[in-house]
């Protein structure tokens, strides 16, 4: 029997924004983040940044946490609020999950008791084995054989010199603001990604080179309702995600009639048989674990893997030629870290001496 191609897919929560009355965030401190503290972070470890969405200030966490709050003490906006803004963005969702064990209903249903608004919640389910084909949607989209509550599609693609696709993204439903909120499909090569960023992803990629992301991003009422669903009616993650895919995008078969014509109502189609397999194994994928991000293991286990062997070379290399590559690599000055990676250096901050050591030994034993 092959191998279930849907045994290492997770969900996981990609985006989340919300908005919370000064009052309750302060809780009478002049310049209080109950909050912020209550999730287990430490105020100190931010560092301040410009404001935005009408706010005069903001605060960061190495740009994967961000508060964006009103100093009263400086010029307010014309339509601002009495009101703090939270954004936890991909990054920040998997440190955010860490703190709260991936108990996500279980936030939600605490900061619905506090009168918090959710302004924006993504849904992402990551596939290693390419279940799906983009090629294969694309022409779907192109030729009409599709069932949608959406309006408009678009497909982006990069290729090289030579034509080679090296991105590939889908979008199905309008990413416009709306003032009720909206909802749309976005579904990209995220290995493709991450190579393009030089950044580090998954074991589960590296080991199929396979990374595809099928992500839903719901705004203001309808990311609310998809909360309630959850936290009042006991959905799944997977159960809202897959609901909300049906809706956004079924893709049909031509079917005929009993004269041998094609239906002219798309109503009478089938759903395509690779798709329909796909909505219904999907469904059943569990959320995954935070913890399957990099660490600082895995980060030593990539360098072995990707980085002493090219080093090693070029030290052999800088012998016989007469270069440092050590000291060439202490010369240059580095791009800006990724959020992954410093949500790693923030997590290896908060490790004893001791933690790091015993990476390192293991690290040097081979076993990373």
């Known amino acids: 029997m092959g191998r279930n191609p849907y045994a290492s897919m997770v969900y996981k929560v990609d985006w989340f924004a919300f908005t919370v009355s000064d009052e309750i965030d302060t809780n009478g401190a002049e310049k209080g983040f109950v909050l912020l503290e209550n999730l287990g972070y430490d105020l100190d470890e931010f560092e301040p940044i410009p404001g935005r969405y009408f706010y005069n200030s903001g605060l960061t966490l190495g740009g994967y946490v961000n508060l964006y709050y009103n100093d009263y003490e400086k010029n307010l906006a014309r339509n601002t609020s009495n009101s703090r803004n939270y954004v936890f963005t991909g990054q920040g969702c998997t440190d955010l999950a860490q703190k709260i064990n991936n ?3 279980g936030l939600f249903s605490i900061l619905k008791k506090l009168g918090v608004k959710i302004t924006r919640f993504d849904i992402a389910l990551d596939d290693f084995n390419g279940v799906l084909s983009f090629p294969r949607m694309e022409n779907k989209l192109v030729k009409g054989h599709y069932r949608s509550s959406k309006k ?17 993204t889908l979008y199905i439903g309008s990413q416009a603001k709306s003032s009720t909120g909206t909802y749309f499909l976005r579904c990209y090569d995220k290995f493709a990604q991450y190579k393009e960023k030089a950044q580090i992803p998954p074991k589960e990629a590296i ?4 990374w595809q992301r099928y992500e839903i991003s719901y705004t203001k009422k309808k990311a609310r309702k998809i909360v309630d669903l959850m936290t009042d009616e006991g959905r799944t993650i997977g159960s809202v995600f897959m609901d909300t895919m049906r809706d956004i995008v079924e893709f049909l078969e031509p079917t005929k009639t009993q004269a041998k014509a094609i239906h002219k109502n798309k109503n009478r189609w089938k759903v395509s048989k690779w798709w329909q397999d796909f909505l219904d194994s999907a469904e059943k994928v569990q959320l995954g674990e935070a913890e399957r991000d990099l660490d600082l293991g895995g980060l030593l286990r990539w360098l072995r893997v990707s980085v002493v062997p090219a080093l090693k070379l070029l030290e052999e290399l800088g012998d016989a030629k007469g270069f440092d590559i050590h000291q ?12 992954k990676q410093k949500r790693l250096f923030n997590n290896a901050m908060k490790q004893s001496s001791r933690e790091i050591m015993t990476y390192l030994e293991r690290f040097k034993e081979g076993e990373y």
Do not use: F, R
Not at 328 to 339: A, E, H, L, M
């Open 103 to 105: 108990d996500w209903v």
């Open 152 to 168: 408009t599609y678009n497909v982006v693609k990069q290729a090289d010199v030579n034509g080679d696709i090296k991105g590939y």
């Open 207 to 210: 080991d199929t080179g396979i």
């Open 328 to 339: 060439i690599i202490k010369d240059i000055t580095p791009s800006d870290y990724s959020k």
